[in-house]
């Protein structure tokens, strides 16, 4: 499941729980790479108490922050299937639902944007045939129908950080943008 502030202005999209990680572990990032990554850049701009999460009983506490993910379950490969997708899909609904004070949407890799999206359409803020859907790519910004903004990221996995294709720096950027949009919004 999710987890997180339920009065969180800034909600988290990631893919889907790591096998090693949120599987093991019971929480979302927890106990993976991915979450290493995540939490630091938490505790650096005061979304938590902590920069890292090791285990689901560290005492973890986010700050006007929720995370969750597009599917529930770890897909084998880390490719969920469309029918995963789908099927998870009214579990994402559900929570965007229930976070009535949301500001800001974080989408981390190019699943999980897509799967954002899907429930948005889903929820039906993208009905009309004019819609142009949004393009995904690291530190895009979109403000989406429902007057949130949208910034995606590339996700923090492994493949993405040893080869560079995000660097701390870019990840940074992001969660400043986060920080910007929060201070103009209120």
Known sequence: PGFGDP????????????????????????????????????????????????????DLKLRNVYITSVVHCAPPKNKPSIEEIDTCNMYLQEEMESLTNLKVVVTLGKIAFDGYYKSLTAMGYFSGRDTIKPRFGHGSSFRIPDGKTLISSFHPSQQNTQTGKLTTEMFDDVFLRVRQVLNTDT
């Open 7 to 58: 009065s969180a202005q800034v909600l988290i999209v990631g893919l889907a729980p790591a096998a090693h990680g949120a599987n093991r572990t019971g929480r979302m990032f927890t106990g993976d790479k991915s979450g290493v990554w995540l939490f630091s850049a938490l505790g650096r701009f005061g979304f938590s108490n902590s920069k890292e999460s090791l285990q689901r009983d560290d």
